[in-house]
């Protein structure tokens, strides 16, 4: 049962926010990603920013601690510290993961695991409200190449995980431990072995993703079919417990071959990407192309870019002009672009309910 929402939106629980982008008022956004570092020690097959060429610097620290600290007074609620690189290669993570949430924004990461130590558990587990860790085999072979590194980074992620489960459970903290694999046919024989592993670690969860490339990856595997992969779905559901969820993205993979039934993106005024330049994009698919840059957080201010003409100039041209089409299949704002077309336009009998 997927309680976290992760095939779904939240966007319900923010009804003030949905209602002035009903009445076309100002909307500052709910959710952000910033990438802290454009460097990788992996070179995953399924990586998403691949043509960015992993050269990118780490975001400037005071600049980014201006940015939250305003971003925080003008509504922002989460941040969510990925990006095109390993956050954890910022050499102080560990410092703006506190501030973040000293701000009032709620703090979350995902990362590779490689450099979860114990230093960096017991300083971020405190602020963090999850962390997610990218996991994509069963085996110190298939982990190899799948994400293109030495073998022996499988068994020191598995060792960090234990750590991280140790740290949170001797000091009660609350922070949700979460590990995601996106399902290729190099591991999908080997998700039944991931999931044991976990399970017995004793993280929260583990989330099964289909890959769904970005419009300017080299990645490979493009036209994956996930129909021979549904049955783990039920396979899986004997690992699930009270204390560890297995979520399985079956609505997710079946919707890889449906049409949208939206016709424009809406959900990005409520969200936005920052990158390890501190560049600021409307989400994923326009990162690195500077027609679609609102400006940068080490330079302009949080309400500068926000409220600027080129934002509103580029938002009214992906309304008008661009094509959803092109988005990769497995966009993260599609759930919020349905539930927020169907409040544009409803259905009909929408008063019987």
């Known amino acids: 049962m997927d309680d976290f929402k992760i095939e779904s939106h939240k966007l319900m629980y923010h009804v003030s926010r949905v209602n002035d982008w009903l009445n076309e008022e100002e909307v500052f956004p709910i959710y952000l990603e910033i990438g802290l570092s454009g460097k990788c020690n992996h070179r995953c097959v399924f990586c998403a920013f691949d043509y960015l060429g992993y050269n990118s610097p780490s975001i400037d620290t005071n600049s980014l601690k201006n940015f939250l600290l305003e971003a925080a007074q003008y509504g ?18 560990s410092e703006i993961i506190v501030y973040t949430k ?3 924004i709620d703090v979350a990461i995902t990362t590779n695991g490689v450099f979860l130590d114990e230093r960096i558990l017991t300083e971020c587990l405190p602020s963090l409200t999850w962390m997610r860790v990218s996991l994509n085999a069963g085996t110190p072979e298939t982990y190899a190449k799948v994400h293109c590194c030495d073998s022996d980074d499988f068994s020191r992620v598995i ?7 140790k740290v949170k459970r001797e000091n009660n903290y609350s922070c949700t431990i979460g590990v995601q694999v996106v399902l290729l046919p190099e591991n999908g024989k080997e998700i039944i072995i991931l999931a044991s592993i976990l399970k017995d670690i004793g993280v929260d969860y583990l989330a099964i993703k289909p890959f769904s490339p970005h419009p300017m990856s080299r990645s490979v595997n493009n036209n994956l079919s996930y129909e021979s992969y549904l049955y783990l779905a039920d396979s899986l559901k004997r690992y699930s417990n009270k204390d560890f969820k297995i979520i399985f993205r079956k609505h997710t993979m079946e919707k890889l071959k449906e049409d949208r039934p939206y016709k424009r993106c809406m959900g990005l005024p409520f969200f936005a990407n920052i990158t390890s330049f501190g560049s600021i994009y409307p989400c994923h698919s326009f990162i690195g192309d500077n027609k679609f840059c609102y400006g940068n957080i080490c330079k302009n201010s949080f309400f500068e870019i926000w409220s600027s003409w080129r934002k509103k100039e ?9 094509n959803v089409g092109k988005c990769r299949r497995s966009c993260r704002l599609d759930e919020i672009n349905r539930y927020l077309w169907e409040l544009k336009y409803p259905s009909t009998h929408v008063n019987f309910i």
């Open 102 to 104: 000293e701000c009032g």
């Open 76 to 93: 922002v609620k989460s941040v969510l510290y990925s990006g095109e690189g390993e956050p954890l290669l910022h050499e102080k993570v």
């Open 314 to 322: 580029i938002l009214q041209f992906i309304d008008k002009e661009f």
């Open 159 to 165: 060792k960090n995980l234990e750590k991280a489960v």
